[in-house]
């Protein structure tokens, strides 16, 4: 939920605390097999549930409604007050998986608020903005309390947002590429503003959920990292 803004809770428009503590009836959100569920008006095989981490301002709310609606937030920047979500089914292979995605806010003082839901999250996308260092540089500081907060299984993917900013630029991809490699996490640059690579960030977590739930016991494990690797777009938008 955005303050003073229209809020994006659900895909309704609503400014009230109605994304706080989980008062939407998804006390544990965790992956299950649902058959038969509806999602809205839509049916969905599998559930799970995503976080948006990072600090304030790097772009998550804007990610989300770029990835659900396909368009941009613009306008002046309003900070996300607590947390909230959105839901989106997706098709892997046949198989309608559902993503559960909170939207977290980034401000300190929602710390721990958001700490709360880490335990449910099957993964977790950790933005920051290319054109803040500030941002990179806490980056090690949310690991750690991924590490203290969430499930040992979760997916981590690292996005390094905004690349569309090329002239404003203080991270390199190299250095994104980097550290992600340093904590064995998947990583993409990407742009809520022109839509660069926010599709397969999602669709990347939907498969890794989708192959859990499916792997026989000889099938070889599916890598989330190598198959962003394999698939991420590293066109203009994103060269630093
Ligand atoms: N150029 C550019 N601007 C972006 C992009 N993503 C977000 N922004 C801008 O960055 C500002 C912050 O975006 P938000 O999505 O509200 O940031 P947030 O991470 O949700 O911030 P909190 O709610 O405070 O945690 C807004 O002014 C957006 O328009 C992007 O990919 N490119």
């Known amino acids: 939920m955005k303050n003073d803004r229209n809020s994006v809770s ?25 058959p ?10 599998l559930s ?16 989300l409604v770029r990835f659900k609606d396909g368009t941009f937030l613009s306008g002046s920047f309003i900070s996300t007050v607590g947390i909230d979500f959105r839901n989106k089914v997706v098709e892997v292979d046949g ?18 608020i958001t700490r709360a839901y880490y335990r449910d999250a099957n993964a977790l ?3 920051y903005d290319v054109t803040n260092k500030n941002s990179f540089d806490n980056i090690r500081a949310w690991l750690a309390e991924i590490n203290e907060y969430a499930q040992e299984d979760v997916v981590i993917m690292l996005l390094g947002n905004k690349c569309d900013v090329a002239g404003e630029r203080q991270l390199r991809r ?8 340093e904590y064995g996490v998947a990583f993409m640059e990407t742009s809520a503003k022109t839509g660069m690579n926010v599709e397969l960030a999602f669709m990347a977590v939907a498969r890794d959920l989708k192959m859990k739930k499916t792997r026989k016991p ?15 777009s590293t066109s203009q938008c994103c060269s630093s």
Not at 48 to 63: A, E, Q, R
Not at 96 to 109: F, H, M, N, S, Y
Request: charged residues 25%.
């Open 10 to 34: 659900n895909g309704t428009v609503v400014k009230s605390n109605s994304g706080m503590n989980g008062h939407h009836g998804y006390g544990h959100p965790m992956i299950q097999r649902q």
């Open 174 to 181: 190299e250095d994104g590429e980097r550290l992600a490699k």
């Open 125 to 127: 996308l950790l933005l």
């Open 218 to 232: 000889n099938e070889p494990q599916f890598n989330v990292a190598d198959y962003v690797d394999q698939e991420k």
């Open 48 to 63: 799970c549930k995503v976080m948006l981490i990072g600090d304030s301002g790097v772009g998550k709310t804007c990610l």
């Open 95 to 112: 198989a309608k998986v559902k993503l559960q995605i909170w939207d977290t806010a980034g401000q300190e003082r929602f710390r721990s």
């Open 36 to 45: 038969s569920r509806q999602c809205s008006t839509e049916m969905y095989d």
